[in-house]
């Protein structure tokens, strides 16, 4: 759908208005599905800075509340393992940056597989880095 205009897309027809939001361009409205956008939760609601202390547990408490967690720019040291059906949004993958909490680390992020056979997350919009 790249270079399509907002006026060009088809209309949503099986969503409820609750799932919607209005995108104008150029003075046409359109309604396009919320989704993700209502759902999205900051970290830092659970208390995370990113100011490059261990924010490993809050992570841990933010995601295991269930919410989709959006995670402003910043740099966050962590070690996490994620949950079935974790959702973690970034800023952008130049303004939210993941690196490990040691030198040492086995890990930054990891997606835990042990609890179901049929397992997925949804990341985006971030970089991990080497703490080197």
Known sequence: M?????????AA??????????????GVTKQLTYGI???????KTFGTVGAGGDDS???TTA???????????GTY???????????LVGEGIDKTIFTPITSGATHVLRVDASSS???W?????????DGG
């Not at 956008?37 to 970290?43: A, I, K, Y």
């Not at 995601?63 to 720019?73: E, H, R, T």
């Open 117 to 119: 056979a049929k397992q």
């Open 77 to 87: 040291k962590v070690q996490i393992d994620l949950l079935t059906k974790s959702v």
């Open 121 to 129: 997350c949804e990341m985006r919009d971030f970089t991990i880095q």
């Open 63 to 73: 995601l295991a509340s269930g919410s989709a967690i959006f995670v402003p720019a």
């Open 2 to 10: 790249a270079n399509v205009k907002i006026s060009e897309l088809p």
């Open 57 to 59: 547990a809050v992570f």
């Open 37 to 43: 956008f209502r759902s999205l939760v900051s970290v």
């Open 13 to 26: 027809t099986t969503v409820a208005d609750a799932n919607l939001f209005p995108i104008v361009q150029s």
